[in-house]
């Protein structure tokens, strides 16, 4: 089993910046993928970023030069560092990870509550 702890959410004016944090505990062999996604109002969720163990990054376009996402192995624990905030920005993220498991190899997927982020013009 996995649990995963967001923080880091709030409000904030145009340009401004919010780091979000998501930290992972439980019984798996390892975490492989650890990203970002996000949900706005009437959209479908999107991927915004994600990171592999090695430290390879994965942006969408839309945040690319703006925003950037890091992990601490030892602390299981993924970062989004967002500056330059856009009202376009405003929506609930979602942290994910990828991990295997201890007693049964296998891979799983476990989705984090959420935070919300919202940018005001």
């Known amino acids: 089993q996995v649990q995963l702890v967001e923080s880091g959410g709030g409000l904030v004016q145009a340009g401004g910046s919010l780091r979000l944090s998501c930290a992972a505990s439980?019984?798996?062999?390892?975490?492989?993928?650890m990203g970002w996604y996000r949900q706005a109002p009437g959209k479908q969720r999107e991927l915004v970023a994600d990171?592999?163990?090695?430290?390879?990054?994965n942006y969408a376009d839309s945040v690319k030069g703006r925003f950037t996402i890091s992990r601490d192995n030892a602390k299981n624990t993924v970062y989004l560092q967002m500056n330059s905030l856009k009202p376009e920005d405003t929506a609930v993220y979602y942290c994910?990870?990828?991990?295997?498991?201890?007693?049964?190899?296998?891979?799983?997927?476990?989705w984090g509550q959420g935070t919300q982020v919202t940018v005001s013009s």
């Open positions: 439980g019984s798996f062999f390892s975490i492989t993928v």
């Open positions: 994910k990870v990828r991990s295997i498991t201890r007693s049964i190899w296998n891979m799983i997927d476990t």
């Open positions: 990171i592999i163990s090695s430290g390879t990054t």
